[in-house]
Nanobody, 120 residues
Framework: QVQLVESGGGLVQSGGSLRLSCAAS????????MGWYRQAPGKQRELVAI???????NYEDSVKGRFTISRNNAKNTVYLQMNSLKPEDTAVYYC??????????????WGQGTQVTVSS
């Protein structure tokens, strides 16, 4: 089994910054992609940013230039640096990690979610 522990959410004023972290532990042979998703009240969960094992990244259009995703493979940890935050960034943020525990195929694991609230 694999456990994900998220941290770093909170309340911040518009224009402020937060850094989210998500650490994976347990039966990990390899980690493929690592990503951050968010879900605002009444809305569907959406992909915010993703980074693959080679370090290539993709971002949702509204966060490009403001958010940066990175990973530390030695620590099995993914980060999301969020700058110039806007009230519309308010949501619960979840990390998702594709883990290879044995063999070749990867299984998805989700973090517990961390609340990010941006006040205007």
């Amino acid at each position: 089994q694999v456990q994900l522990v998220e941290s770093g959410g909170g309340l911040v004023q518009s224009g402020g910054s937060l850094r989210l972290s998500c650490a994976a532990s347990g039966s990990i042979r390899d980690i493929r992609s690592m990503g951050w998703y968010r879900q605002a009240p009444g809305k569907q969960r959406e992909l915010v940013a993703i980074i693959n094992s080679g370090g290539s990244t993709n971002y949702e259009d509204s966060v490009k230039g403001r958010f940066t995703i990175s990973r530390n493979n030695a620590k099995n940890t993914v980060y999301l640096q969020m700058n110039s935050l806007k009230p519309e960034d308010t949501a619960v943020y979840y990390c998702k990690v594709e883990v290879v525990e044995s063999g070749w195929f990867a299984s998805p694991y989700w973090g517990q979610g961390t609340q990010v609230t941006v006040s205007s």
